[in-house]
Structures are given as structure tokens and as C-alpha cells.
């Protein structure tokens, strides 16, 4: 579940952009000032807030170490603070003086690229805070960028609605012309480096814009043919133009905040977990906590609020129970069928035979106390001569409706994604494998000891078999079964 901890409310004016460092929260506003929280109880740091820009501010952004942190203005400039003293270290003026609308450093700080209300583009050398390289998209805002976790290229967004990648030396390398209609809002990279299936690398990248999407792209970097991107999912969660979103440290969720005044929490691979109906404006920022786990969401009512996700094991005291909605829309099910089979009780297991029409076993069922495991391993050998049931007929019967209660779904609103492709059951301890799917961990373990390294799914074979806990989907297995 999402649980809001705190509403913090410094700012006199919208809220623009909320950034995460290891252990601070800084906000930033269209009142010209930066607010920094300590992240262990959310007080303001004495320095804050932090005041140095003539206009308001529309980006913020942490250094990977939070030594340092970057916001950008109106008044054509980008700052750097120390979060030492919050003194100004450094005042980087845009070329052209241009409003700088986004800016967003390299995963090791080395860089920091900078966007304007021109279409301008600035490429800094932090450690000298001097001017690297410039670049330009004709006749649109650059409104959005963010490095690729290799650090060796960076994407920008713009109000044009095309994506575009960069390397460090300003070279246009590829362009994804219209990928938001009527404009690009925010976009960035998973954290992660992955692997395609022909060996090239990849990288996950989140967009989202005016036309009410947010979209998960595949950046692959090609030995020979250069640069591919792929939409992989659009996602339609939000009814209205969606403003914001990021991944969070381990890159299996994904959150964005819209015009409809929601926020919206995603397994990364595109299930939506949850919707929160916190803030009364347009939701214009949100971030993860890269230690731990939090989002924060900014909006124009002034607010931010702080958020954290649990797993689903228990609320932990103190914590208000979050507005969220429900995202899997099904009938209440009688309890036995929401669980797996083999954890039914021998209530369950007497519940699905009267559902079956198998009366004629129930007492027999009932004094042997069988349960979900026991049936699953139920036989036509062992119902004669365990059981003692004589009826050739009837054996034949309940194999029949055993064998279908093994290849059908849960429940007949069980969503796809939270049952295996092996067993069809809802998963217990779901990992990622090497193909991207999502398996029960003793399913996939079995299949890849006992069949060829291929997948299940694509029947190629996989590069490795190192199995990923996917937290995020088991969070989700355990909310819905907890709401049926």
C-alpha cells in the first residue's frame, strides 16, 4: 500500500519540481525559492529556504553524491548550492539568456546539461563549472532531459513533442518526432543497464506529455545500425495531460503526477498499482527517494506530499491510509478461489466441490481432510484405493474438474499478469528472468534446471539465468488478493 506520511507547505506558489538525495528533499517554486527537508523527519534545514533567483524556478536537481544541487529560472540562469552551507558555489548563465526550463546531471556528476525556453541546449563541465558544449532544436522549449545511467548520452524533451538523443560532444544521434502530441512534459531513464536479446545495450526510458500518456520507450544502441527506439507501452492511467514522472533507484516502479489532479504509482513494466487523490490542483512534479521508500509529489496547491510504499505486509504506525483507488475492477469471489489451490483450507476444498456439482464426494472429502495440496496430487489410483470411491464414472468426474482447476486462471477477474506463464497460478515469490517476463521463482527454477537455458515464453535461449525479485509485482499480487 501507499500510506501519505506529511503535507509540507512552504511555498507561496506553485510547486515546480521535487529532487531526492540520499538523505535530503528539495523543492523548488514559481516564488523564486528552493525549499531542503532533512528526509529522516522532514523538517526544513536551517539554511532553507535557499533564495538567489530573480524569477521563478522551474527544475532541481541533486548531484549523485548530494553534495551539490542544480536549479534553473527564468532568469536564464542555473545555480549550484552547496547543501553544506547552502551557499551559491556556482551561477551558470544560459547562452543567449534564454529561461532555462529543465536541467539534469550526469549519473556521476560529471556533466550538466541544462535546457532552454529556446530551444538551446548547454552542455557544463561541472567540475569546472565551465561551458562544454552547446546545441539547439529549432523553433520549440526544451523542457525536458535526462542522462542514460552509462552516462555517455542524454535525451531531451520539448514542447514540439519530439524525443532526442545527444552524446557528449552535442552530436544529434536519433529523433523521435511527434512521440507526445501537442508536447513533451518530462521524461527519464531507469537506472538500470539492460541487455538486449542480440547483446546490445539497452535502456528503459519513461516519457510523458499534453496528450495524457505516459509512455515507456526501448533505447537500443546498435554496433551497426546506430540508434533504435521503440515504444514499448502506452499507458492511460491519467485523463488528463500528464506532467511529471520518475523511476524509482531500483527501476521496477514508475510514478507520474497529471492534470486531474492524480498521482499514479506503476510497476514499472506497466500495471498500475495505484491512484492517490491527495492534491487539489495539477500534480507538476514527483520523485523517489534513491534510500528508501518514498515518492514525493509537488502540485500547484502549494503542497508536497510525502508518500511511503509498503509492501504490502502491514501498515506501519503512524501512518495515514492514502486516498488510492483500486486499479483491478472485479466481482467479490468466494474466498477459496482469490488463492492459489494449493493453499486452500478443506473448507475451500468442500466449498469448490458443492461449486462443482460433486456432492456425491463431500463426505468422503471431509472425513480424509483433504486440502488444496492434497488434491492438486489426487489421482484416479488413489481416489479408488485411498478414498474408496468405486464409481468408475464419478473418478473420471472429479479428474476431470481437477485437471481443469489446474489449467484455469485463479479467478475469472485474476489479472493475466499476476499469474504465472508456467503454472497459471497467481505467483507467490514472482522474479524476473533474463527475457524480461516474470515467473514464480520455483517454476522458473525447475523449468531452467530441467529443460535447455531457453525461455518459457519466447523459446529463445537466455543470457543468463540469474533470476530479479520483482517486489514491485508481488506488492501488487498481495494488494489486490487483500482487496477481493
Not at 536564464?76 to 529561461?99: K, Q, Y
Not at 524533451?157 to 512534459?185: P, Q
Not at 537455458?453 to 508481488?474: D, V
Request: net charge negative.
Amino acid at each position: 500500500m501507499v500510506s501519505l506520511i506529511c503535507t509540507l507547505q512552504s511555498h507561496r506558489d506553485d510547486v515546480n519540481c521535487c529532487a531526492f538525495s540520499g538523505s535530503l528533499l528539495a523543492t523548488c517554486s514559481a516564488d523564486k525559492s528552493i525549499c531542503v527537508y532533512s528526509t529522516r523527519d522532514f523538517s526544513e534545514l536551517p539554511f532553507s529556504p535557499l533564495s538567489g533567483h530573480g524569477y521563478g524556478v522551474h527544475y532541481c536537481c541533486f548531484s549523485a553524491c548530494g553534495q551539490y544541487l542544480a536549479s534553473c529560472s527564468t532568469d536564464a540562469t542555473t545555480v549550484v548550492w552547496s547543501m553544506d552551507s547552502g551557499e551559491i558555489e556556482a551561477v551558470l548563465e544560459h547562452p543567449g539568456r534564454s529561461p532555462v526550463r529543465v536541467c539534469a546531471f550526469s549519473p556521476d556528476s560529471s556533466y550538466l546539461v541544462s535546457g532552454g525556453s529556446d530551444g538551446t541546449i548547454a552542455l557544463w563541465d561541472f567540475t569546472s563549472r565551465t561551458l562544454r558544449r552547446t546545441g539547439a532544436v529549432t523553433d520549440t522549449s526544451i523542457v525536458a532531459c535526462s542522462f542514460t545511467p552509462c552516462g555517455q548520452l542524454f535525451i531531451t524533451g520539448s514542447t514540439y513533442g519530439d524525443l532526442r538523443l545527444w552524446d557528449l560532444n552535442m552530436n544529434h544521434l536519433h529523433a523521435e518526432k511527434n512521440a507526445h502530441d501537442l508536447g513533451v512534459s518530462c521524461c527519464q531513464f531507469a537506472p538500470q543497464i539492460m541487455k538486449g536479446p542480440d547483446g546490445c545495450v539497452q535502456f528503459r526510458l519513461a516519457s510523458c506529455g499534453q496528450d495524457s500518456l505516459l509512455k515507456i520507450w526501448i533505447v537500443s544502441l546498435l554496433s551497426a545500425a546506430g540508434i533504435k527506439m521503440q515504444l514499448a507501452h502506452s499507458l492511460t492511467g491519467q485523463s488528463d495531460p500528464v506532467l511529471s514522472c520518475a523511476y524509482s533507484a531500483d527501476g521496477q516502479m514508475l510514478v507520474s503526477g497529471s492534470v486531474d489532479k492524480t498521482v499514479t504509482v506503476y510497476q514499472a513494466v506497466s500495471i498500475l498499482l495505484y491512484t492517490l487523490n491527495q492534491h487539489d490542483r495539477y500534480v507538476t512534479a514527483c520523485a523517489f527517494s534513491p534510500t528508501a521508500p518514498l515518492i514525493a509529489t509537488g502540485s500547484m496547491d502549494k503542497t508536497v506530499n510525502i508518500w511511503r510504499v509498503e509492501d504490502g505486509s502491514g501498515a506501519q504506525g503512524g501512518f495515514l491510509t492514502a486516498a488510492f483507488s483500486p486499479n483491478t475492477q472485479c466481482r467479490k469471489s468466494s474466498g477459496h478461489s482469490r488463492l492459489m489451490v494449493r493453499e486452500w483450507s478443506a473448507e475451500d476444498v468442500l466449498a469448490w466441490l458443492r461449486e462443482e456439482g460433486l456432492e456425491a464426494v463431500i463426505d468422503v472429502f471431509k472425513c480424509n481432510n483433504i486440502d488444496g495440496e492434497e488434491l492438486l496430487s489426487l489421482t484416479k489410483e488413489t481416489l479408488s484405493s485411498e478414498l474408496h470411491i468405486d464409481s468408475l464414472g464419478l473418478r473420471s468426474k472429479v479428474m476431470k474438474k481437477i485437471e481443469e482447476l489446474k489449467m484455469a486462471p485463479v479467478s475469472n477477474c485474476t489479472p493475466d499478469e499476476y499469474l504465472c506463464p508456467i503454472t497459471r497460478e497467481i505467483m507467490k515469490d514472482p522474479v524476473i528472468a533474463a527475457d524480461g517476463y516474470s515467473y514464480e521463482r520455483e517454476a522458473i527454477e525447475s523449468w531452467i534446471n530441467t529443460k535447455s537455458r531457453t525461455s518459457p515464453m519466447t523459446n529463445l535461449p537466455l543470457q543468463t539465468t540469474l533470476l530479479t525479485p520483482n517486489r514491485t509485482l508481488k506488492m501488487a499480487i498481495l494488494r489486490w488478493t487483500t482487496c477481493q
